[in-house]
């Protein structure tokens, strides 16, 4: 479990440096989309590596956004509103959209190690 955990913040860890090495920021706002939609994809992939591993998804098997929330909301409703503000922030805002904010990038990065902390702390329990 340890080595899933690790791979999602490296992933989330990827996106922190595409956003301070590449994306350029400047009063709060990233002057190369590029890069913020790569560090978007970088940090909702570290989202998903953490959930596949919750959930026991076996490497190769692509599951819709849809079946995550389904078992989000059998498992905790808290993480499915973590996961939710995840998914509108990381990969439709920031992968999809490319909003330059800082503030929205922030955001959607704190609550990625918050739903890989939780992961983290939910298996070491089980």
């Given at each position: 479990m340890e080595e899933k955990v690790n791979e999602?913040?490296?992933?989330v860890n990827n996106a922190k440096e595409l956003l301070r090495?590449?994306?350029g920021k400047d009063?709060?706002?990233?002057q190369d989309r590029k890069y913020v939609r790569l560090a978007g994809h970088a940090a909702y992939l570290g989202v998903l590596v953490a959930l596949d591993k919750l959930f026991d998804v076996k490497k190769g098997?692509?599951?819709s956004v849809e079946w995550y929330q389904e078992q989000l909301r059998k498992t905790d409703r808290?993480?499915?509103d973590s996961f939710n503000s995840a998914y509108d922030t990381?990969?439709?805002a920031m992968g999809y959209?490319?909003?330059?904010?800082?503030?929205?990038?922030a955001d959607g990065i704190t609550t990625a190690e918050n739903i890989?902390?939780?992961?983290?702390t939910r298996t070491a329990a089980a």
């Open positions: 999602a913040r490296r992933y090495d590449k994306a009063n709060g706002v990233y098997t692509r599951k808290k993480l499915l990381l990969h439709l959209d490319g909003n330059i904010s800082a503030g929205v990038s890989i902390n939780w992961v983290e």
